[in-house]
C-alpha cells in the first residue's frame, strides 16, 4: 500500500466548469468566507476552451485574478474537456482525489439540474459521488491519501435556470459593501464572457431579488445536499419572515 501523504487543509473547496462559473455562481459568498478569514480552493475543470468569446489562456489568465480578488487558491484540472464532461468512475475518483488531498470542511458545487450547458449538471453529479468515495477507506485508487468525510455538500447555481424547484435553500446574507465590492470586481475580470451579456449584472439583479426576498440588500441561494444538522439552536440565525 502507498503510504499516506500530509494532506493539504483548507475549509472550504469549490469546484466549477469553468473558469467563471464559481465567481458567478456564488461569489459573493466566497468573498464573504475568505474577508472571514475562511480558506478558499478553486478546482476549475476546464479552461472554457469550447466558449464562443475568449481563448483558452486568456479564461486562464481572467480565472487567476478573479480568485486573488477573492483571496481563494485555485487549480485547474481536465475533465475532458469543456462541453466534452462524462459522467464515469474515473473522472469521479480524480474528483474524489482532491477532496482527499485538500481536506475540506464544506464543498460546493453546481447543483444537478440540467441547464444551459451540460457541463454543470454534470460536474455536480460527480462532485456529489467524489464526496462520497472520498469517506471509503478501501477505495485501492485513492490510497494516496487518507479517506476524509466533509461536513457539507453545497450546491450554487450558476445561472436561474439552473436552480433547483424543489428542497430547503440556504440563503446567504451578501450585503456588506466590501463583499459586494469584490464580488462585483471577481466578475467583471471575466471580461471575454461579458461581450454578448452582463452576465455580472445578471447575478447582481438575483442576488436583489433573493435579498429583498429575505428582508437584506443582496443574498444568495446554496441547496444542502444533506440535511442540515445543528448542536443547538443557536446557529440557526434568522428566518427570512420575521413573523
Known amino acids: 500500500m502507498k503510504p499516506a501523504s500530509t494532506p493539504e487543509t483548507t475549509t472550504i473547496l469549490a469546484f466549477g466548469a469553468h473558469p467563471d462559473d464559481i465567481e458567478f455562481g456564488c ?7 475568505t474577508q472571514a478569514g475562511r480558506s478558499v480552493r478553486f478546482v476549475v475543470c476546464s479552461q472554457g476552451e469550447s466558449a464562443t468569446h475568449g481563448l483558452a489562456a ?3 489568465e481572467e480565472a487567476r485574478h478573479a480568485a486573488t480578488l477573492l ?26 482525489e482532491v ?9 460546493l458545487a453546481p447543483t444537478t439540474v440540467e441547464n444551459q450547458h451540460p457541463d454543470h449538471a454534470k460536474l455536480g453529479r460527480m462532485v456529489r459521488d467524489a464526496a462520497r468515495l472520498a469517506r471509503y ?17 453545497l450546491f450554487y447555481a450558476v445561472t436561474p435556470g439552473a436552480e433547483p424547484r424543489d428542497g430547503a ?28 451579456r452582463d452576465y455580472a449584472e445578471l447575478q447582481l439583479t ?27 439552536l443557536e446557529p440557526l440565525g434568522r428566518a427570512a419572515r420575521r413573523f
Do not use: C
Request: no cysteine; charged share 20%; proline share 3%.
Open 27 to 33: 461569489g459573493g459568498v466566497i468573498a464573504r468566507e
Open 58 to 60: 486568456r479564461r486562464v
Open 71 to 96: 483571496g481563494a487558491t485555485l487549480e485547474f484540472m481536465q475533465l475532458g474537456g469543456d462541453a466534452h464532461f462524462e459522467i464515469n468512475v474515473a473522472q469521479v475518483l480524480r474528483l474524489a
Open 99 to 107: 477532496i482527499r488531498r485538500t481536506k475540506p470542511k464544506l464543498v
Open 137 to 153: 477507506g478501501g477505495v485501492k485508487e485513492l490510497q494516496a491519501h487518507a479517506a476524509h468525510a466533509i461536513d457539507q455538500l
Open 169 to 196: 435553500r440556504v440563503l446567504i446574507d451578501v450585503s456588506q459593501p466590501k463583499v459586494m465590492a469584490v464580488w462585483k470586481a471577481a466578475m467583471e475580470a471575466h471580461a471575454t464572457q461579458r461581450q454578448t
Open 206 to 232: 438575483r442576488a436583489r431579488l433573493n435579498g429583498l426576498l429575505a428582508g437584506v440588500a443582496y443574498a444568495i441561494p446554496l441547496w444542502p445536499n444533506d440535511e442540515l444538522v445543528f448542536d443547538s
